[in-house]
């Protein structure tokens, strides 16, 4: 399992300086590492915390959006209304509830659509795993770079640690 | 100062006083009218012109905010956008940035689709604003009044919130002819 200091500090090296989010339990390890730090900004809704991201974004930082999967949901408007067509790109860090099937019932419907969602509104995406990190990280770096647009890295429950030990 | 006092004045006239106290301070204008009067009262590249995403306004000025501590950010605001991504008082409130300024301009209509009546007729979003933490809650009629307040909080550490009431007319006026593209380009780079 990846630890989360490990994983922020990769993000921090690759330019990642503004993060923002709605928590999720799969998240909650990162997050803790990032309040720690001091380099957390807590929003209320998704939309939100893509918008803020947006506004960080023209003013120079180098945005990352931590949120659940249903925050997708939320976000889906101002996503394609705003960072989409505007071209302010930012790293969607979004936990996978509800993946194969195994979570509770209101996770199900976003858990087995969620990839052909964003396939479908072209947002890019890629699942984090353990032994390809590196290379998923990278590959969100320059994606990010080349199409100025937001990126999704997709993760699973127990890849990063958790708040739990 | 007078709260409510005097006479109303359209949106479009609201927004020439609050551009005219204005010079190279970052900008965000909410979707629909707001942001075509704008571009055609007075365009500048310090300006970020909206056209979807309504209700994000605040969300994307705090960003800005955040990032340019040195900048006082202002976000032109509707009521119709307020009520929508309401929770953003929340966020601005317990952040409490200094160098926010949030301008409503409250007509009480959604007027980009056809006046139908907002909330704002029956929710003082003024007092919405102060209970979420805003430190400067502001709530005018009259042109003179809106310059003497914007003046003030321009002055002064926010976060502020700057409730104009204005009426429904709207000017005669077309889409902001401007690329989404273009738009960020030329914002991200007079706000360097």
Known sequence: MIESDDFVGTLQGIGFNFFTGVPDSILGGIIATLMEQRLYTPAVREDEAVAMAAGAYMAGKVPAVLMQNSGLGTSLNTLISLNLIYQQPCLLLISWRGFQGKDAPEHLVMGQTMTQLLDTVRIPHRTLSEPTAVDDLNWVAQTFMKEHIPVALLIKKGIVKGIQP | ?192
Not at chain 2, 31 to 36: C, D, E, K, L, V
Not at chain 2, 150 to 159: A, E, F, Q, R, S
């Open chain 2, 1 to 192: 100062m007078r709260p409510e006092e005097g006479t109303i004045q359209s949106r479009a006239r609201a927004i020439e006083a609050v551009l005219g106290l204005l010079t190279d301070q970052p900008v965000i204008i909410c979707n629909g009218f707001p942001s075509r009067e704008a571009f055609k009262l007075a365009d500048r590249p310090t300006h970020f012109y909206m056209i979807g995403s309504m209700g994000v306004a605040p969300a994307i000025g705090l960003g800005v905010a955040l990032a340019k501590p040195d900048k006082k950010v202002i976000v032109l605001d509707g009521d119709g956008n307020v009520l929508m991504g309401m929770g953003t008082l929340a966020t601005v409130g317990a952040l409490k940035p200094k160098n926010f300024i949030h301008v409503v301009l409250d007509n009480e209509v959604y007027g980009s689709t056809g006046n139908q009546p907002t909330l704002s007729r029956v929710v003082r979003l003024d007092q919405v604003a102060k209970a979420a933490g805003y430190v400067r809650v502001e709530r005018v009629r009259e042109r003179e009044d809106l310059v003497y307040e914007l003046k003030d909080m321009l002055g002064k550490d926010g976060p502020s919130f700057l409730l104009v009431k204005v009426t429904e007319q709207a000017e005669d006026v077309d889409r902001v002819p401007l690329e989404p593209i273009e738009i960020t380009h030329r914002f991200k780079k007079a706000i360097e």
